[in-house]
C-alpha cells in the first residue's frame, strides 16, 4: 500500500505515492535520486542525513516520507539558501567557505554539515561560537574537527555583514 503526498523539493513540486512506512532519506536517495543525503546511523545520532524540513534541520532518516506532505524539503543538491544564491553546478557562500578555510571534511558527513549551517545563518545571521557550536552538535565527525567548521561559520557570517553594509550605504 502506499499513500499521496504532494511536497517541494529544493524549490520543485512533486506529487509522489510513499510506503507509509519510508523514511525521508529513502524517499530522497531511493525514489528521488538525491543521494547527497547520506545514511550513517539511522538512529538519529549521526546527522548524516540531514535535511532541511520548512527551514528547520531535521535527521531525514527519523521522519517519515509521509510526513513532508505540503511541506518544503531542501537538500544539499539545492541552491536557494544564503544571502548570494548559488546557480545550478556552482557552489553557494557557505559551500565556498568550507572550501576556502578546510571545513569540507570527508564528503560523508559534509553535507549534512552543510545543512545546518545554511540553516543556522538563516536563522541567525551573525551567531555567536556557542550558538554556532550548538547548531553544529548533531552533525558528527568521527576523524576530524570542528575548529575549521566554526571558522567558515564566521567566514560566510562576516562576509554576508559586509555585503548588507556595502548595498545598505
Ligand atoms: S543516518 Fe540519520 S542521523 Fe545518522
Ligand atoms: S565523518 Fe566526515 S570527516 Fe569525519
Known sequence: MSVPISTIVNGQSIDLAVDPRSTLVDLLREQLGLTGTHVGCRT??????TVVLDGNTVKSCCVLAAEADGRSVQTIEGHVDGERRARPGELDDVQEAFV???GMQCGFCTPGMVLSV?????????????????AIAGNLCRCTGYVNILRAIRRVADERAHAKESTDV
Not at 538519529?44 to 542525513?49: E, R, V
Not at 545563518?121 to 555567536?128: E, G, I, Q, S
Open 118 to 134: 545554511r540553516a543556522l545563518l538563516a536563522a541567525n545571521p551573525d551567531p555567536t561560537d556557542q550558538e554556532a557550536k550548538a
Open 44 to 49: 538519529a545520532s549521526c546527522g548524516a542525513c
Open 100 to 102: 576556502q578555510v578546510q
